[in-house]
């Protein structure tokens, strides 16, 4: 008589959930994944994990559930083990969901660097962070644009934003404005996408990060892996570079996975300093070197800039911020606010009473979230209500603070402002003395 499969329930978001069952669940024929869950992104749920990617184990492939269902999941399925496979939560929340796996008779599960990280046979420079919002972006950036300036070939690959159709986000490459548009990218995917494209680098990602790595293998000297939220990255790095964020200060000690990334870190970012209390600067930098007293430190900060600022000063402005940050990331603002004041606006137009449908919505779920509007597009339909909610507002003004090109989706009756920001280090270290030392140490760069 064969041993019954342990039956396992995924939690995840799009994203780390279906690189674990890649790289540890697929084709095990120890385990039955039953069910993903499904969280944070909306319109995620109710699809099917395809058998093109599940396996032949699973010809029917996995239904993927909204996390709310959870606790009936586990009973119907009689299931043994739920693994947690998402990021960007605090420890207490993980507490909250371990407590109702336990509580339901189910072991609870976190896999770690060992099982889920891939070896690269070409160096790995991962760029992560404490939170999101923390301003990965402004480091990622900097650092391709030296090594571009250095002559190195260099391929980013970004973490994990499959929320359409999976089968054909298996693997993805972008490296023009068309590419967004061939695999139907959302405006977050858009935000994080649109800065390499900028700079003639590729960008790779999708949901096959075993088939992604292959491919990059055989165009770079350096891959650049660019993470999402706080998670841990994919690829197993060389040099880990985490961005820490003193405007939630503590939050490096109080998230998952973000206080992993910060005791694995060889150098730690610590961004926005021009921004934060002084004290709240000492109390992340005491937190850093008390968890990982060996991480070389920097001192930075996020320079805001736009590009028209006679059409903020004096003026009444909507701002537009990215959408991660200011939702599930737990920031009340972004850039975009940090701009309107510092360039004199007259005034900040709430838009909250003027939302409509999925936009509404999320200012009900996220309640922390201050004068801003988050840059939400996970589907057409709340697209035009991010639209309608825009047009609703009687502004002199849009600020747009999320870095994508809001305007290649949607039609914006008002002037604009974009906002820009780029990393300044201020104390400790310079990136370019860090970045240097290791492509020396990779004989990429010969000193």
Not at 224 to 253: C, Q, S, T
Request: aromatic fraction near 8%; glycine fraction near 6%.
């Amino acid at each position: 008589m064969s041993k019954r499969r342990k039956r396992i329930i995924i939690m995840g978001a799009a994203g780390r959930d279906f690189h674990n069952f890649n790289v540890v669940y697929r084709d095990n024929p120890e385990y039955e994944v039953v069910a993903f869950t499904a969280s944070q992104i909306p319109y995620i749920e109710n699809r099917i994990y395809p058998p093109e990617l599940a396996g032949k184990l699973y010809p029917n492939g996995i239904p993927i559930y909204p996390e709310e269902k959870l606790p009936e999941l586990i009973k119907k399925y009689n299931v043994d083990e739920v693994v947690l496979s998402y990021s960007d939560l605090l420890h207490e929340e993980v507490g909250h969901k371990y407590s109702i796996v336990l509580a339901l008779g189910a072991d609870f599960k976190l896999l770690g660097p060992k099982s889920t990280m891939l070896k690269s046979s070409k160096p790995v420079i991962a760029v992560c962070a404490v939170r999101t919002g923390a301003g990965k972006s402004t480091v990622s950036r900097k650092i391709a644009k030296y090594l571009l300036d250095l002559g190195v070939k260099v391929v980013a690959v970004r973490h994990p934003m499959p929320y359409g159709d999976l089968k054909k986000q298996i693997v993805q490459k972008f490296v023009t404005y068309d590419d967004l548009d061939k695999y139907n990218a959302t405006i977050e995917e858009r935000e994080e996408y649109e800065q390499y494209i900028e700079m003639g680098i590729p960008v790779y990602a999708g949901v096959d990060y075993i088939k992604i790595l292959k491919i990059v293998e055989r165009e770079a000297e350096v891959i650049l892996w660019d993470g999402g939220n706080n998670d841990l990255p994919f690829y197993k790095p060389d040099l880990h570079i985490v961005v820490a964020d003193p405007m939630r200060p503590g939050h490096e000690v109080l998230s998952y996975p973000g206080e992993a990334n910060l005791r694995m870190a060889d150098v730690v970012v610590i961004n926005k300093i021009g921004s934060a209390k002084p004290k709240d600067v000492k109390l992340v930098e005491n937190n850093v070197r008390k968890v990982n007293p060996k991480a070389k430190i920097i001192k930075a900060d996020s320079i805001v800039t736009v590009d028209k600022p006679e059409l903020v000063k004096g003026k009444r402005v909507l701002v537009i911020e990215d959408g991660p940050s200011v939702t599930h990331g737990g920031l009340p603002y972004c850039a975009g606010y940090v701009a309107a004041v510092k360039y004199g606006a007259k005034e900040i137009i709430d838009p909250r009473p003027y939302a409509i449908g999925s936009i509404r919505k999320a200012y009900e779920e996220y309640k922390h979230i201050g004068k801003v509007l988050p840059a939400l597009g996970y589907s057409s339909k709340q697209i035009r209500e991010l639209e309608e909610t825009i047009k609703n507002i009687d502004a002199d003004t849009v600020i747009l603070g999320t870095p994508s090109h809001l305007t290649k989706l949607i039609r914006i009756d008002k002037p604009i402002v974009k906002v820009r920001y780029e990393l300044k280090e201020i104390e400790g270290p310079k990136l370019s003395e860090i970045i240097e030392e290791f492509l020396a140490k990779h004989n990429i760069l010969k000193r």
